[in-house]
């Protein structure tokens, strides 16, 4: 049966790009392209698994050593998000205070609203109330607490019948850089998610089976982009990356989102993302990155996952036409991956 979906799952077109080498000669990374007068760059094409947004692989492009952009750090002379500042930032209407908090003298975790909102509820979740700002610091257990408030969170969201749009910017993105999580909601689906969950929906009635545990065996049996998993987690290099080093974890379970987890499947959630990220900042040098959390309650045929997407510079190919062209192959970030995470 999955030699028959993996033609769902795997779209590529392959070809090559020539050009003439410059009149000053042709580079050494590129000379073992080089046909004749021409180099000849090999190109591959990839659709997303559940999407249409596709990647585009130049292999010559590929061989380059990869180095994570370093951006400039915000200068602060006040930190709205840490003790002693709560009078500074946003109240709820409904409480006159924060939304959530946790810890009983002093708070461990903060959930208040966003200043500027743009999304229903829109919100911060702060997980540590000491000054990281860097995936250096990043701490298991607050991770823990931050997903379980989220989680919270997420459920008034869902009872509303709106959708909760989680997701995490570390470094570029974040307008304050004192580590956290913004939360929300949207009265429909975003249109990825609602992309990836049609799509999930056409897999399953065609196979009988549902679309992320048939991304997981087929990624295992390839074991090309499949990189490491703990007991409730998968974590994958996919197929047809947006950024170098994108990778998803992807729930083992039958849980279509954070509320469908008990907190055993929050802690190996948490832990799983906080050894990848360890690993991206302690061996890569990337300390700005984007994490989303898709998910769809009540959608059996859907599946909780986190898309890690560190930084890179989207032009007019990405923002213009949603078309991604990306240096590392994820077949490079999952073997670089496997050495790290074990």
Known sequence: MMANWESDLFREITGSAAVLPPLAGTPSALKQFQKGAQIEQPVHRRKDYLTDTWCHLNLARATRPFTAPQLASQQE????FCPGNEHSTPRDVTTGGDTLSFGEESWTVRA??????????????VESPHHKVSLKDIDEE???????AIQRLCGNFEAKRLYPMVFKNQGWGASTPHTHWQYGALPYL?????CELATAHAFAQKWSVNIFDAIIEAEKKKAERFVSENEYVNIITPYAPRSNYETWLILKIPAPSLTSLDE????SLAA???????????????????MVIHQC???????????????????GAERGFEEYAVEVTPEQ??????????
């Not at 966003?114 to 999304?119: D, F, I, Q, S, V």
């Not at 309650?297 to 032009?315: N, Q, T």
């Open 77 to 80: 002379n006040f930190c709205y």
């Open 112 to 125: 208040f609203p966003n200043l500027y909102p743009w999304l229903t509820g829109h919100g911060n979740v």
């Open 142 to 148: 607050e991770q823990v607490s931050a997903l379980i």
């Open 190 to 194: 975003p249109k990825r998610v609602a």
């Open 264 to 267: 055993e499947g929050i802690r």
């Open 272 to 290: 799983a993302m906080t050894k990848l990220l360890r690993a991206l900042y302690q061996q890569l040098s990337i300390d700005s990155l984007c």
């Open 297 to 315: 309650a009540g959608e059996p045929d859907y599946r909780l996952h986190l898309e890690v997407l560190p930084y890179k510079h989207w032009a």
């Open 333 to 342: 970030a999952a073997e670089f991956l496997r050495k790290h995470l074990g």
